[in-house]
């Protein structure tokens, strides 16, 4: 790699550790990882990359001058989201519904709890709003369900309100009313009289508005996404520009790039602090599909164990889920976002007993990146499953972090006896024990049921499984699930960052259009809903076209996907239906996009739930621009010896398996080869994570080196 020219490079900033992809104009990569540093997340950015830089020998300076792109995903929005460390944020809304936020929708109260709590009303909960009842005022305007203005806007209500905020100290000023995604005129003329008002007052202060950020159908999660846009976009735009201004300092001359939630990289400036909530863990799963693409699966669960979360995604049929109505700290959204469940369980996991019961609880809370586990010596004292695995074996005191991080593991030891031994009368050994045994549990239960939830067959799923303590974990959550296969990767703990690195350059748009159509609607209709859509598809299309030019690619480089929003009547979600051309002519194009409709109704629910007779609603309609970019590629290497050359096995060390200490080879894992096998009870070390193989299971690397985790 040291001759060839360094062109791409991403960065994937997650609660514990930062993660670099560096990939060379060959498509041949290295990988670095560093410590996350919340309070600057730059500092753990660049050194991330110049590990990776240090692996492969190369010189920093020249690898920073010859680098076309810089890619970055992280959870910084949804962090600040979660902790609320946002800015203080005002809200302009339709005067009648000041009290949205506490009123939420049933769904809201209950979103991302885990079956048993949904089926118990007593557990659901309303969320704390992110602005105060004070910072809400309702505006005098009304447009209705046709687009139609009934009530002009009153123009004193707005100045009136945005002066009492600016008296309040917000930063940021949300507007959003009730029918604006259909006539955005009263949403525009209040922001330009904000504007006004904020210069006159000399004050410093945003505006986000949903027309701009969330244009469609259902005023919660629209004003949710408007909210959350306010409420991050300070700290999102300001992560950006520490970021830049270090990038021209090492006198990088090629475009940041930063993932979005629904996959695809886009410049900052077109990026929307709402739009980037999960881009770490998407990551995953577009690299999810491009093992399918490589290996010709057509299911595949994503499995991405951090820090910090245990995400996972599911690809079915090759195809990644986009979610119309995701949710984000259990807010409910209107931005397309790709579907990936987070829990609470990761390296990082806290254990503790809890004190009504005197019972072993591990997560979800998370010591993260700072103070981090016991082991890292940085003032934590609470153990972690990190520290568990220290304890038992699985991970190497001497080597850990690749030898970057000093191991005390004596207070490791005394920690886990003064905080969770101790109380419960049990040995050290037996409380590490507990606590690994409880979070595979919580991911094994996590992965299975976001599939058996769908009512898919698990067995025709292959499982990634990746992240940081994603092999050392794999074969406890996944064990006794009837999986078509179990696959790792040399590069697993930087796999999120290998996925995004993967990723198109994409812009993805959104308009409500509300077209019903009649089970029985004459050609006549027929063409005027074609005429519209063709003529909302060619406007975002312009735009598109428009926002990729500023980005520096010309219109013969944009590939186009126009989507359209569809449900049976009545029904109250969608499907995101592609379709195949913007320019839709006559009304058999309206037939065939209903065509496209059911066929994909059918296969995400099934035959006998199709229901024609309803007629349909297209809700919005979407548009997604991309260009291709280089991507990595994995190689093919030639099969070997299935035993492994004895300068592969680095010695032994004591390890917990089947409840008793076992002497465990330790192997390298780059001193293995495709086609060797490693027996279990077995350790496969790497700088970057620990690959744990207990004793009734062995790996086989294939051609690609992948790492095979089957039962014997």
Not at 419 to 427: F, N, R, S, T, Y
Request: hydrophobic fraction near 40%; glycine fraction near 8%.
């Amino acid at each position: 790699m040291s001759h060839a020219e360094q062109v791409l490079c991403y960065i994937d900033v997650g609660g514990t550790f930062t993660d670099a992809f560096l990939v060379d104009d060959q498509g041949d990569f290295v990988i670095g990882k560093a410590p996350t540093t919340p309070d600057d997340i730059s500092q753990g950015f660049f050194s991330a990359i110049e590990e990776a830089l240090d692996s492969a020998n190369l010189d920093h300076a020249k690898a920073f001058s010859e680098l076309k792109i810089t890619g970055y995903g992280s959870t910084t929005v949804l962090n600040a989201l979660l902790t609320r460390r946002g800015a203080k944020v005002g809200l302009l809304t339709t005067a009648g519904f000041e009290d949205l936020l506490l009123i939420e929708r049933g769904k809201q109260t209950w979103t991302e709890y885990d079956r048993t709590d949904r089926i118990h009303a007593v557990t659901h909960r309303h969320l704390d709003p992110l602005v105060d009842k004070s910072r809400i005022h309702g505006i005098t305007e009304r447009v209705d369900a046709t687009g139609r203005v009934v009530i002009p806007l009153y123009e004193h209500d707005v100045e009136k309100a945005v002066d009492s905020l600016i008296d309040q100290g917000v930063h940021s000023i949300a507007i959003c009313f009730l029918w604006s995604f259909l006539n955005d005129a009263h949403e525009r003329r209040a922001a330009e009289i904000a504007r006004e008002v904020i210069a006159r007052r000399g004050a410093q202060c945003q505006l986000a508005l949903s027309v701009d950020i969330n244009p469609v159908m259902r005023e919660l999660p629209r004003t949710n996404a408007t909210l959350i846009e306010a409420y991050t976009s300070r700290i999102a735009h300001s992560a950006f520009a520490a970021i830049e201004k270090q990038l021209e300092q090492r006198k990088f001359g090629g475009r940041l790039q930063v993932m979005q939630s629904s996959g695809g990289l886009a410049s900052p400036a077109n990026v929307k602090a709402v739009d980037t909530l999960h881009s770490g863990p998407v990551g995953g799963l577009i690299g999810g599909r491009y093992v399918a693409d490589l290996y010709g699966f057509d299911n595949v669960i994503t499995s991405d164990v951090g820090g910090t979360s245990f995400d996972v995604g599911l690809i079915n049929k090759r195809q990644i889920t986009i979610r119309r109505d995701p949710t984000a700290a259990r807010m409910l959204l209107g931005v397309p976002m790709i579907e990936v469940l987070s829990i609470g369980a990761g390296g990082g996991t806290l254990a503790k007993i809890d004190p009504l019961t005197n019972r072993l609880q591990v997560g979800p809370e998370s010591a993260g990146a700072v103070p981090g586990p016991v082991c890292y010596g940085r003032g934590g004292d609470q153990p972690t499953v990190t520290d568990a695995d220290l304890l038992l074996g699985y991970m190497n005191p001497e080597y850990f972090a690749g030898g970057n991080i000093s191991v005390n593991i004596e207070d490791v030891r005394q920690s886990m006896y003064e905080k969770i031994a101790a109380p419960l009368g049990i040995d050290v050994t037996s409380a590490a024990k507990g606590i690994r045994e409880i979070i595979d549990t919580r991911m094994r239960t996590a992965l299975t049921g976001l599939v058996e939830a769908r009512g898919f067959d698990i067995n025709s799923y292959y499982l990634t499984a990746f992240g940081g303590a994603g092999p050392t974990h794999c074969a406890g959550y996944t064990d006794g699930v009837p999986l078509a296969g179990v696959l790792m990767f040399p590069y697993s703990a930087t796999f999120s960052a290998f996925g995004a690195s993967a990723a198109d350059y994409e812009h993805s748009y959104t308009r409500a259009v509300n077209l019903v159509i009649a089970p029985a609607i004459d050609a006549d209709g027929k063409s005027e809903h074609v005429r519209r859509l063709s003529e909302v598809w060619g406007e975002l299309a312009a735009k598109a076209l428009d926002d990729m030019e500023a980005d520096g690619f010309s219109a013969d480089q944009v590939t186009l996907r126009p989507q359209a929003m569809v449900r049976y009547g009545r029904q109250l979600n969608d499907l995101i239906v592609d379709f195949d051309t913007i320019e839709l002519t006559n009304p058999t194009d309206l037939d065939r996009l209903i065509d496209k409709f059911e066929r994909q109704y059918e296969e995400t629910y099934a035959r006998a739930a199709r229901f024609p007779q309803a007629g349909y609603h297209i809700t919005d309609v979407g548009m997604v621009a991309s260009v291709p970019k280089i991507r990595p590629e994995i190689r093919k290497h030639e099969l070997v010896s299935e035993k492994p050359t004895s300068d592969a096995m680095k010695g032994t060390r004591l390890a917990m398996f089947d409840s008793d200490w076992h002497d465990t080879t330790i192997w390298d894992l780059r001193s293995l080869a495709a086609g060797n096998v490693i027996e279990g009870p077995a350790i496969i070390e790497d700088r970057t994570t620990t690959y744990v193989v207990p004793s009734n299971r062995y790996v086989e690397f294939d051609h690609y080196l992948t790492l095979w985790l089957k039962t014997k």
